[in-house]
Structure formats: C-alpha cells, structure tokens
C-alpha cells in the first residue's frame, strides 16, 4: 500500500452525525481520487441510556486510525482526543512506515488537555443557551432544537433540493449529550509533529466563528501554525459547501 500516491482521510463525526451524513462530502473527496473513511462512534449507537462516550469514541477512532497507519497509509482529518503519538514523523523516526501527516478541524473544537466543549461555551458566556438549542432528555441524550436553522443555516437549507435536505436531516439522530461536559483526556492530538489545518464555517451557529477563531489563537500562542480557509457556511458544510470543503482539504493535503 505503500505506493498510494494521496493520503487517506478518516472523517470523524461530529456531534448527532452518522456516516450517512458525510456521504456528499466523502464522495467528492472519492471522485477527486482519495480513500476515504468515515466510521461510526459508538455514542451515537442510539442506546438509552447511552453507553459510549468520548474515551469510547477516542479508543474506536484511535483502534481504527492504527489499523490504517499500520497498513502504511498516511492520514487524514482525525479527532483530537485519541490520535496523539501516531504522526507519521514519529514513526518514521522509529523506521515505521504510515502515520498521521494533517489534522484538519471542521466545525468542531480544538481543545487543549482538560477542558471540555462545555469551558469554551462559558467562556464566551453562552451555558444558558445550550437548554434552548438542545433537547436534552432525563438520560442526557440530546439532538438539536433547531436543525434546519440552527445547524444547517436557513438560507444554506432553503438553497438545497428538499428530498435532499430531508434525506440529511433524517441522519441527524440522538446522541450522548454527556459528551459535552467531558474533557479532553489525553495529550491533544494537535501538539504532536503534525500539520494543524482548521476549516472557517463563517455561518455556524453551533460552533460560532468567535469560538473557531479563539481556538486557533490558542493553538497559535502554544507554538503551533495553523493553516486556515474561510467557507460561508453553517455547521453543515458536509452538506451546503461539500464542494468547497473538498476542494480545502485537497489544497491542505497537496500542499
């Protein structure tokens, strides 16, 4: 496997989102020539009460980014908890060959050890909303209040064909709320001896352009450059801008 000439991507999903959410944008990204991987994390096995979480989640992701590096590939966009260790520089060090080259952040949050989503969200003063934007139930299984408008954009949604726009939206299911309140356990992923790369979804309400940013100057200030792109869009890209977003993470692993 060696002579694959493109890195593989492994998608890892973000919060209330399956596999099946990822299929426009995992298809670009096939049709432009790269393998492409998108596993599903067990906290959202729509088990209630839940039974999965984020060291579950980061142990699947973690097991399943090994078996590729071990196959030779070099990897992709990976999740920030379960990934430190495996760059590919490290294991070249120690004659190893595959290993993760890029992590590149969509819609999601960058975190430094010990904090959780939830630190972020109180540090710009907005735990009062997340009552308003999520459903949570008795076993803390939540999925958004609004997902037309809050997580897609209601203009990006009014823009999309409607069987399409409701296919996506039936892919957005329950998922272990717990998760937000959790943190990041291990050394970030984002430290070790790899590209960092962060998607800007101008539109995105779930994860505003205010946290993305400060995210970025934090990893900056620790030493690291971040490479960035700006997308008009909401906290659906995979969905609104899947062109554009492939065309980024082309340009990142090319370059």
């Given amino acids: 496997m060696a002579s694959i000439a493109k890195p593989t991507i492994l998608l890892v999903n973000g919060r209330w989102h399956i596999p099946e959410s990822y299929a426009k944008l995992a298809g670009g990204l096939r049709q432009a020539g790269f393998e492409v991987h998108v596993p599903r994390n067990p906290s959202m096995n729509q088990s209630r009460p839940p039974n999965a979480d984020l060291t579950t989640d980061s142990n699947l992701i973690r097991g399943y980014a090994t078996s590729l590096i071990e196959a030779s590939r070099t990897g992709g966009q990976v999740g920030t908890n379960g990934l430190y260790g495996l760059s590919r520089n490290a294991r070249a060090a120690k004659g190893l060959p595959g290993g993760i080259s890029k992590l590149i952040y969509l819609t999601t949050f960058a975190l430094p050890?010990?904090?959780?989503?939830?630190?972020?969200?109180?540090?710009?003063?907005?735990?009062?909303?997340?009552?308003?934007?999520?459903?949570?139930?008795?076993?803390?299984?939540?999925?958004?209040?609004?997902?037309?408008?809050?997580?897609?954009?209601?203009?990006?949604?009014?823009?999309?064909?409607?069987?399409?726009?409701?296919?996506?939206?039936?892919?957005?299911?329950?998922?272990?709320?717990?998760?937000?309140?959790?943190?990041?356990?291990?050394?970030?992923?984002?430290?070790?001896?790899?590209?960092?790369?962060?998607?800007?979804?101008?539109?995105?309400?779930?994860?505003?352009?205010?946290?993305?940013?400060?995210?970025?100057?934090?990893?900056?200030?620790?030493?690291?450059?971040?490479?960035?792109v700006e997308i008009d869009a909401g906290h659906c890209p995979n969905l609104t801008a899947a062109k554009e977003v492939a065309e980024a993470i082309i340009k990142f692993s090319s370059d």
């Fill in 113 to 228: 050890k010990g904090k959780a989503m939830t630190d972020k969200v109180a540090g710009f003063g907005q735990l009062g909303l997340m009552p308003i934007s999520f459903d949570f139930d008795e076993d803390q299984t939540c999925v958004p209040n609004y997902r037309k408008r809050g997580l897609i954009g209601e203009n990006f949604a009014n823009e999309l064909d409607p069987e399409e726009l409701e296919a996506y939206l039936a892919t957005i299911l329950r998922w272990n709320g717990k998760c937000m309140y959790l943190p990041v356990q291990n050394t970030p992923a984002w430290r070790d001896d790899v590209e960092v790369c962060y998607i800007y979804t101008l539109s995105d309400l779930a994860v505003p352009i205010g946290y993305q940013r400060s995210m970025v100057e934090y990893i900056e200030k620790e030493g690291k450059t971040v490479r960035t």
